[in-house]
């Protein structure tokens, strides 16, 4: 793949202008999906009538609708990312994912249930295609690799961030404040936005992202193509066929109990690809031990997701219903709080860069899966916070948002401990004739520990916000308790792997 022109370089921050078009398009596709996830849970539960009418579910059917919908977020990546590499090409697997979102916010936009189940399927399809592809093509803007890659990725990740705080607000502010379908709408303007951004800048990046013209035109190409339409009708129809059954009545699975069953079934499958490349991969012994550390690392990630992800549910239904958000005599939308993790993330993260670089020197540097234990400790610690404010919670007595702004700092120090390492990891360890499958499995934990969050959040129904904030917080630092024993372990397996 040719390298962008030198006369385009050093344009954007030092760095290559191509950096820009793809800064903006993340921004505004994290500014979508961020400021529509604030607001999911809340329209699904509002009530029916009144000024601003919601779908009026219950709590457990909003949370497994959530944890599905976060689910396929994730898992979709995994067949977004090979459509990327074996049919579009980067580049316009991102320009028609981003079209798909754009399209499906503005579908949540009618007000009718229909139509915003529709809308919602359709941004989770898009974000499988855009999500995997942008990144590829930072990396392929610094064809050197080295410390100038590092920066332009950090220089990228700012925009993911600033796209993060900005959601919430503005999609909370107008959706909540108003109308939740405008709320939407706004979603879809700032995804069109991207886009517009995106394809502004095509001059930008030279040929990066474009697929290879003698492989478009070859044989093998038109045959996987050919190929993939048959499955994509295939997988439509079978979904459209069960979605009737459903709907009919004729099949009886509640959204809960097929949150279930996805969970049972993603466990099964990914355990099945371990044994399988344990046993019959071909790799010596040191390579085994890896994967194992590897799978290890997965269960530990699902267990943190499970609880990091109640931020969108019960995290957000505590803000609605027990949290004083009035400020200077202005009460704020619940769904505006949903910022706080990303602003943190901001401020923090070259924060964690710089710890984990003088630990190293000072010949103290943390092991990864001590680095786990530590993340599921800050995930533990920011729910055991919140059990506390929430034991004396009610109507009548509403906790400030400090409660709310401790949580988020601790659940974001705990992420910082364990999503960026957990990624670096996977890099290290994975085979290397294996590398994008095992990227496919970190982001397989983070779908899983979504669909365990909706069941978990769903608990609040029965269990008092306090008691649920409890159990999350306790599992979580059991399971760091045992990441940290077993890190001795994991060190010896991966041996000089840091």
């Not at 959601?167 to 517009?196: D, K, N, T």
């Not at 924060?351 to 995930?379: C, D, E, M, N």
Request: charged share 10%; aromatic share 14%.
């Amino acid at each position: 793949m040719k390298p962008v022109d030198k006369d385009l370089q050093r344009t954007f921050f030092g760095h290559p202008r191509g950096l820009a078009s793809l800064f903006f398009l993340e921004l505004w596709e994290r500014f979508s999906y961020y400021g529509m996830r604030a607001l999911l849970i809340l329209f699904i539960t509002s009530a029916a009538a009144g000024n601003n009418p919601g779908l009026a579910l219950s709590i457990s059917e909003a949370t497994a609708i959530y944890g599905l919908y976060t689910f396929f977020v994730y898992i979709l990546a995994l067949p977004g990312g090979w459509i990327s590499d074996r049919l579009w090409g980067p580049r316009r697997a991102v320009f028609i994912g981003g079209c798909i979102i754009a399209a499906g916010h503005f579908t949540m936009a009618i007000p009718f249930v229909t139509a915003f189940y529709l809308g919602l399927g359709l941004v989770a399809v898009g974000t499988g295609l855009l999500k995997p592809c942008a990144s590829s093509m930072v990396g392929d803007l610094y064809p050197e690799g080295g410390a100038r890659r590092d920066a332009g990725y950090s220089l990228y990740y700012m925009g993911i961030n600033l796209g993060a705080i900005l959601g919430p607000l503005f999609c909370g502010l107008l959706g909540e404040g108003y109308r939740w379908h405008l709320g939407f709408s706004l979603a879809g303007f700032g995804m069109a936005g991207g886009l517009i951004s995106f394809r502004m800048g095509h001059h930008q990046l030279g040929d990066i992202g474009l697929m290879p013209r003698e492989y478009s035109n070859s044989a093998a190409y038109i045959r996987l193509r050919n190929q993939f339409v048959q499955g994509l009708a295939i997988t439509t129809g079978l979904a459209v066929f069960t979605a009737l059954l459903i709907y009919g009545g004729i099949l009886h699975i509640s959204l809960t109990g097929l949150v279930s069953y996805l969970s049972y079934l993603t466990v099964i499958v990914t355990l099945l690809f371990f044994l399988y490349i344990i046993f019959l991969g071909g790799y010596d012994g040191g390579e085994i031990k890896k994967i194992l550390a590897l799978l290890w690392l997965f269960i530990l990630a699902a267990v943190f997701w499970s609880g990091f992800e109640q931020a969108g549910s019960s995290i957000n239904l505590f803000a609605k219903e027990l949290t004083d958000r009035h400020i200077l005599g202005i009460e704020l939308p619940a769904s505006t709080l949903q910022l706080f993790n990303p602003l943190f993330i901001v401020i923090f993260a070259p924060v964690f860069g710089w710890l984990w670089t003088w630990l190293a020197y000072r010949q103290a540097h943390p092991s990864i899966a001590t680095k786990f234990s530590l993340g599921l400790f800050g995930l533990g610690a920011g729910f055991f916070v919140l059990s506390w404010g929430a034991a004396n919670a009610s109507a009548a007595n509403l906790v400030t948002p400090a409660w709310l702004m401790t949580t988020f700092f601790l659940h974001t120090c705990g992420e910082l401990c364990l999503s960026p390492i957990g990624l670096s990891a996977t890099t290290k360890l994975a085979p290397k004739n294996r590398m994008s499958q095992m990227m496919g499995i970190w982001f397989v934990s983070a779908a899983l520990g979504n669909l365990i969050a909706g069941l978990l959040a769903g608990k609040l129904e029965t269990l008092p916000p306090s008691d649920l904030f409890r159990t999350i917080a306790w599992f979580a630092c059991s399971a760091g308790v045992i990441a940290l024993l077993a890190s001795p372990w994991i060190k010896k397996l991966i041996k000089d792997v840091t």
